[in-house]
């Protein structure tokens, strides 16, 4: 049985290959793909077969997916161009013959307000439309606050535009465990799972955990979404990823960030990372 994981180059990309490797699937029966193959040699040096795919070059994708069974489909990073280049995958999934497509989604896609929402919602239904799918709405990554840690404690703040909304964050491990159990066991077809850490949290949880963590005074800063995104660009971020983020905190606020769905840690098989365990190992 062949598994292909797309953006196998990427932070999630990586974790799931090597999930899939911990729950003994054979090298030889993963395919990893990227742009550029150079930067999953590794990969290829344990004997993982690696391939070259750009969803934006169509005739790179037959021989990528070549064989396929069963595919993980990571959303890429570029949302303007994002449906065009999914569609472009989920057709070559189709044309390859797989038999099942997980596709790494956002938490509630068919509901939530955000501008990123509709890019996933449309590849959902074009990917139900065409072959049996999972969807794994992941939610937002702890990693997007562990790797924040060394300003915040430079600042002794957290700044956001959250408010007191609830996040259910997880780690990109637990996530790519999630989807090396959908890829490696059977029932899953038809499936959406709401993906969340078990304990979530707002933003002034946070700032006290990392309090907690350090014996620093952190305290939490709300803003509105315009200051919050000046901030964002004050410190150097482009443009559209500051909205992005302004536009992810907003959501928080009214919870669409939060969900006790339980479903990953069903499919890990275990309690999710928690909060204070990510903040101590980043620390470390
Ligand atoms: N839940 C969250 O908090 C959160 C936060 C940020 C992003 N995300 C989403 O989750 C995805 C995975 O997260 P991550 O942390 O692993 O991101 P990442 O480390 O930035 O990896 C992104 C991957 O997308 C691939 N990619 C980009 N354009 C592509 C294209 N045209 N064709 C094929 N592959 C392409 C890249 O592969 P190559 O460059 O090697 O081809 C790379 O491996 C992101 O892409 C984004 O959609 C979620």
Redesign the pocket.
């Known amino acids: 049985m062949s598994i292909v994981v797309?953006?196998?180059?990427?932070?999630?990309?990586r974790l799931t290959v090597e999930a899939l490797l911990a729950r003994g699937v054979p090298a030889s029966d993963i395919v990893a793909t990227?742009?550029?193959v150079t930067?999953i040699k590794d990969f290829a040096d344990r004997g993982v077969v690696v391939r070259r795919?750009?969803?934006?070059e169509p005739d790179s994708l037959p021989a990528a997916f070549a064989g396929a069974d069963r595919l993980l489909l990571?959303?890429?990073?570029?949302p303007s161009e994002r449906v065009a280049?999914h569609r472009r995958a989920i057709d070559a999934a189709v044309a390859a013959g797989a038999s099942l497509v997980a596709y790494?989604s956002?938490l509630r896609a068919d509901t939530s307000t955000t501008s990123l929402a509709p890019t996933h919602s449309a590849t959902e239904e074009y990917l139900r439309e065409r072959l049996p799918s999972v969807m794994l709405r992941?939610?937002?990554?702890l990693e997007?606050y562990t790797s924040q840690l060394p300003q915040v404690r430079q600042g002794g703040v957290v700044v956001g535009a959250a408010g007191h909304g609830r996040i259910s964050a997880a780690t990109?491990s637990d996530y790519a465990g999630a989807a090396a159990s959908v890829l490696t066991t059977d029932g899953h077809a038809g499936n959406v799972y709401e993906l969340g850490g078990d304990e979530a949290f707002t933003l002034a949880e946070l700032a006290a955990a990392i309090a907690a963590a350090t014996g620093e005074r952190i305290e939490y800063a709300h803003l509105t979404a315009d200051a919050f995104t000046q901030v964002l660009t004050d410190a150097g971020l482009p443009a559209e990823l500051a909205h992005v983020l302004a536009d992810a905190d907003l959501a928080m606020s009214r919870d669409e960030m939060f969900t006790d769905s339980g479903d990953l840690r069903r499919l890990i098989g275990r309690p999710t990372t928690t909060l204070a365990e990510a903040i101590t190992a980043a620390l470390r």
């Not at 797309?6 to 990309?13: E, H, K, M, V």
């Not at 992941?138 to 990554?141: F, I, R, V």
């Open positions: 797309t953006a196998a180059s990427g932070q999630l990309g990227s742009r550029d930067r795919a750009d969803f934006a990571i959303s890429t990073t570029t280049n790494t956002m992941n939610g937002w990554y997007n990109r």
